[in-house]
T-cell receptor, first 114, second 114 residues
Framework: AQSVTQLGSHVSVSEGALVLLRCNYS??????LFWYVQYPNQGLQLLLK??????LVKGINGFEAEFKKSETSFHLTKPSAHMSDAAEYFC????????????FGTGTLLAVQP | NAGVTQTPKFQVLKTGQSMTLQCAQD?????MYWYRQDPGMGLRLIYY???????DKGEVPNGYNVSRLNKREFSLRLESAAPSQTSVYFC?????????????FGSGTRLTVV
């Protein structure tokens, strides 16, 4: 079965430090790839997505992710963390087709220390 | 406002009670989904409807039923609620080819079964 793995359920960084959240998918067929962010007691907000074309994708709030087919990865990065980035981040994949099901990873809770 | 509307936002049920979670979208999307979110487990797919008139089981369908009432509405029913169904429920939708634009999520229903 297709799956998404997010390494590290909790990640803590200092304000101003690099943010790196890891995501790997299990499929030989490249999927559509998404990162969502969830702030406390709120719904899901799309950060960025990869469908086709350029493998380096820029999203909102200074985040970006790079699709690496050879590594089946789609890691999320931000050069300099801000306190407002503290949230839970979900990687998700879809293979399109008739069902368009979106499969989520288990999430990474990002803490930003002052 | 265009988007996905879920009702209610909060609900407390006693074990054995029934209830229906409502979801409606006004974006003319073909596909709709119900997820549950539990700590450390990400979002898991309960049921989905790839198009009007069809429904299929997702990863965790036991204890739930769904109805795709029309293209706009997709409801989730708990016939006999159990404490294990305490969770946050999200409805989502996506149009044909709209994976390029991401999936749209409702704001969630926080359900507690006591």
């Amino acid at each position: 079965a297709q799956s998404v793995t997010q390494l590290g359920s909790h990640v803590s960084v200092s304000e101003g430090a690099l943010v790196l959240l890891r995501c790997n998918y299990s499929s030989s067929v490249p999927p559509y790839l998404f990162w969502y962010v969830q702030y406390p007691n709120q719904g899901l907000q799309l950060l960025l997505k990869y469908t086709t074309g350029a493998t380096l994708v820029k999203g909102i709030n200074g985040f970006e992710a790079e699709f690496k087919k050879s590594e089946t990865s789609f890691h999320l990065t931000k050069p300099s963390a801000h306190m407002s980035d503290a949230a839970e981040y979900f990687c998700a994949v879809s293979y399109g087709g008739a069902t368009n099901k979106l499969i989520f990873g288990t999430g990474t809770l990002l803490a930003v220390q002052p | 406002n265009a988007g996905v509307t879920q009702t209610p936002k909060f609900q407390v049920l006693k074990t054995g009670q029934s209830m229906t979670l409502q979801c409606a979208q006004d974006m003319n999307h073909n596909s709709m989904y119900w997820y549950r979110q539990d700590p450390g487990m990400g979002l898991r797919l309960i049921y989905y409807s790839a198009s009007e008139g069809t429904t299929d089981k997702g990863e965790v369908p036991n204890g739930y039923n769904v109805s795709r009432l029309n293209k706009r509405e997709f409801s989730l029913r708990l016939e006999s609620a159990a404490p294990s169904q305490t969770s946050v429920y999200f409805c989502a939708s996506v149009g044909q080819g709209a994976q390029f634009y991401g999936y749209t999520f409702g704001s969630g229903t926080r359900l507690t079964v006591v």
